[in-house]
């Protein structure tokens, strides 16, 4: 396990916007596992803006419940807000048991995600032609620094892996996208088909056993709680990015709220003070 003191309340290093909640020991870390959505990328930023739509619309055309698309709405907001960080799959799973208890017979989950995917398309379709066109610029579409901040880590010789919830043949183009896939030397890792062969969990595990890691040897960066949660269960150091998504639900609003819950023990906006970062896990004591 790690080593971490609990600080009495949350200390923000001088001239930063970086949040110590648990003090940690100069790290020795020697591989660094990153979310990509929210943590990397903004291709999809305001992707629930699609997902709720289309299941509300889908509670109310598939089964006979008397509920008015408001309260559709807060029902749908919150699940999928909580399941976020996991693979889509488990969304339209939580799609699938509310037409269940509505009465109506729900289409495999799958069914419901390539629904899904078909309609972020067009939206992360048209950024993409637009990078390609060069109307927009690929740090226009990365969280501030991150780039940098993985250039910072490779300089140090540590590895970097990244493992995302969303489908893995979108999240190696998008990374390639970004100018960001090459800077993953120990793999990129995202949804299969076949659900149950793919967690963050499994990553991890699969990462400290290839490696001969402990866990306080491994850093976990990422916007959701499940890998901070996944990060803590190991005794990994875990770094919240409070990165701001916009979507008309305000979801996410409570993003710190959450990971401060998950057991983050730092917390940071984005790299833009990726190097301080570096030099309070790294650097101490020298």
């Known amino acids: ?7 009495a309340r949350p200390q923000t290093l001088e001239n930063t916007s970086i949040e110590i909640i648990h003090e940690t020991e100069r790290a020795k870390v020697q591989h660094a596992l990153f979310d990509f959505d929210g943590t990397i990328s903004l291709i999809r930023d305001g992707w629930q803006s699609v997902m709720v739509p289309m299941m509300v619309d889908i509670l109310l055309e598939e089964t006979q419940t008397d509920e008015t698309p408001e309260e559709l709405e807060r029902i749908v907001v919150e699940f999928v807000d909580r399941l976020t960080g996991k693979q889509t799959i488990y969304q339209m799973i939580q799609l699938c048991e509310e037409i269940e208890k509505r009465g109506g017979v729900p289409k495999p989950p799958l069914e419901y995600k390539d629904l899904y995917n078909n309609l972020l398309l067009p939206t992360v379709d048209k950024r993409i032609a637009k990078l390609e066109r060069g109307e927009i610029e690929a740090p226009d579409l990365r969280v501030p620094m991150s780039l940098e901040f993985l250039q910072c880590l490779q ?3 540590i590895k970097r892996s990244l493992a995302s919830g969303t489908d893995v043949e979108f999240v190696r183009h998008e990374a390639g996208l970004l100018g960001v896939a090459s800077y993953f030397d120990g793999g990129i890792f995202g949804a299969l088909r076949e659900y ?12 400290l056993d290839d490696f001969n890691l402990t866990g306080g040897e491994l ?7 499940v890998e901070i949660e996944n990060a803590k269960a190991v005794g990994a150091i875990a770094v919240g990015v409070t990165s701001v ?3 008309r639900y305000q979801m996410n609003a409570d993003k710190r709220g959450r990971l401060l819950r ?3 023990d730092i917390l940071i906006p984005d790299f833009r003070d990726g190097a301080r970062l570096l030099t309070y896990l790294f650097d101490r004591g020298q």
């Open 1 to 7: 396990m790690g080593d971490f003191q609990t600080v």
């Open 196 to 207: 149950q062969n793919f967690s963050k969990a499994m990553v991890i595990q699969q990462i």
């Open 155 to 157: 300089k140090r010789s």
């Open 245 to 247: 998504e916009n979507n």
């Open 219 to 225: 850093l976990v960066v990422g916007d959701g709680s």
């Open 262 to 264: 998950a057991g983050a």
